[in-house]
């Protein structure tokens, strides 16, 4: 009862107040324009708060608009813009580029988001895999799989229930995959991006099958969206992470359990990234500590 006064307030909060998108009105991709297996990032692009060809997008531009439109803490679009930068992107220009890029493109950006096993995974929520074909085009018979979820556990809106069940029947249909991959890497992608989804275009782990439907199908941000007032850190999605997990949870390759609890998320992701990309994950770690000035403790552990 409580969950319901709190939403019908804050709707009207933001039907009074939200001017959508002001001089940056929603326009599909056009031929030419390149977009990801990412939602969020293709709405961006998709209003024009980043270039709208997906190309060359500049980490630092990216860190500021994921915190100006969506409320990402910059301690988290700077990790997130970063491992998009050493993973696929180019690191003499500090950009990355949606989508695919194998030879010598027109582009500055590297090899592109939807690089399989960079950051692009198996079991996404919403994308084959790519032994199925298409790793990056939203597919709706997935979505609509996660959607039967909403409704019967959920009378419709997405929760950590939903998005656990959903991420844990993506895993066994791809199980069967001769080349699945699902490390580390693949759990902290995977059950991270449920809890973005969850909190940034929800909140408290909730979202509505409006907001969802706008941001999964169409890429395109709600029209009566209203970013959240408390920034989403990296222990917040964590938290949220672990509790989408937790509730089904699915082995992991090359690890044995996952922990419970976590001591400095910064130290555990950067450890995930280190176990699968060795040489990336320094320069990232070198990058951090050069910009920040903090060190990441040499002991940081998992407990
Ligand atoms: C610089 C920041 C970001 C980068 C580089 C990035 C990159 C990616 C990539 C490469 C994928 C594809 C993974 C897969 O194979 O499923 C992905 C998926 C996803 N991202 Fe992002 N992302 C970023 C920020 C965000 C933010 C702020 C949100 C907030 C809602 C978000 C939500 C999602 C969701 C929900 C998926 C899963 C799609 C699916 O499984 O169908 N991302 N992201
Ligand atoms: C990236 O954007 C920042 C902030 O606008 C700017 O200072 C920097 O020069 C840009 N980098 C490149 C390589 O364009
Ligand atoms: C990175 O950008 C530089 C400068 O535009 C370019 O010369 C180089 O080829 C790019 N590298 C990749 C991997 O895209
Ligand atoms: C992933 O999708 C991109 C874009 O369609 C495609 O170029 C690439 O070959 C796919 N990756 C794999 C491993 O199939
Ligand atoms: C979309 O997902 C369904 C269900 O997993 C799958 O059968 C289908 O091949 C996928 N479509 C594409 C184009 O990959
Ligand atoms: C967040 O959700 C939890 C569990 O549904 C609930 O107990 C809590 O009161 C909610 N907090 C806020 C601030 O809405
Ligand atoms: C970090 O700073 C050191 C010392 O100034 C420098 O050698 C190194 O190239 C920097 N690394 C990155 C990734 O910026
Ligand atoms: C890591 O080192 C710091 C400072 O040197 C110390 O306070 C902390 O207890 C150590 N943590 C572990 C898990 O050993």
Known sequence: MMKVIVFAVTFTVATATFKPHHHHHFIPPGPGDSRSPCPALNALANHGYLPRNGL????????????????????????????????????????????EYSGKEAVSGGIGLSHHNRIEHDASLSRADAFTGDNHSFNATMYCNLKRIAAKLNGGAFNTDVLSLHRFNQYQASKVNPDFTFGPIQWFLGYGEAALSLNVFGKNNTATAAAFDSFFAKERIPDDFIKNSIALTPKILFLSALEVYNKNP???????????????????????????????????????ANNTGRDLPANCTVV
């Open 56 to 99: 060359d997008w500049n980490a630092t531009e990216v860190v500021q608009t994921l915190k100006d439109v969506y409320n990402v803490d910059p301690s988290l679009g700077s990790g997130l813009a970063l491992a998009a930068v050493f993973l696929t992107g180019n690191t003499s220009t500090q950009s990355f580029s949606l989508g």
């Open 250 to 288: 699915v082995p992991i390759q090359g690890i044995d359990t996952l922990p419970q609890k976590l001591d400095g998320s910064e130290c555990f992701i950067l450890k995930l990234i280190q176990g699968t990309f060795p040489d990336a994950a320094q320069d990232l770690i070198n990058y951090i």
